[in-house]
């Protein structure tokens, strides 16, 4: 099993559509890092977060530290937002250790 | 522009020919990370480094090597590159202020075939 969990693997939406992408992870945490790749395979950092919710523009991303949870939402999905997003968690040991999800591949329909 | 630089971009070797795929960052960044990408296994972490001289092993070290000499350039080292290092790799950067707590910045990927 997976130390960080991504689901669904494949999400197809209509364009408008309310996105959920989640993240599980059994490691202990300091921060769980959401990252986008474009289909040109370059990839950026969205959000990095360690508790609460944040939001920017379209994009909102939450975490529940006790339930070892994370989502990212997108509001209003554009064409534009197709992209892999993956999650990623450092463990609070102190490492530098990243572990990554395998990604969620989502392609939204004009 | 703070950039983190990879070059190259795309490389198609021969199996047992050394390369050196480099990486350079302009944020002063202290800690840079390799990772391969592989489809159906995401993002791996080969090496790390929290500083100059300063490295360590990330999940998949084997067959690779990386120095840090000066603070901004990270090279990864194949000794004897094999088809089973067929992938793409990133390079990445952040501060070290909070352990886990830094935006890291990726360069643009290197795709490299080992034939």
Known sequence: KNEVEQSPQNLTAQEGEFITINCSYSVGISALH?????????????????????????????????????????????????????????????????IFGTGTRLKVLA | EAQVTQNPRYLITVTGKKLTVTCSQNMNHEYMSWYRQDPGLGLRQIYYSMNVEVTDKGDVPEGYKVSRKEKRNFPLILESPSPNQTSLYFCASSPLRSAGKNIQYFGAGTRLSVL
């Open chain 1, 34 to 98: 959401w990252l986008q790749q474009h289909p040109g395979g370059g990839i950026v950092s969205l959000f990095m977060l360690s508790s609460g919710k944040k939001k920017h523009g379209r994009l909102i991303a939450t975490i529940n530290i006790q339930e070892k949870h994370s989502s990212l939402h997108i509001t209003a999905s554009h064409p534009r937002d197709s992209a892999v997003y993956i999650c990623a968690a450092p463990p609070t040991s102190g490492t530098y250790k990243y």
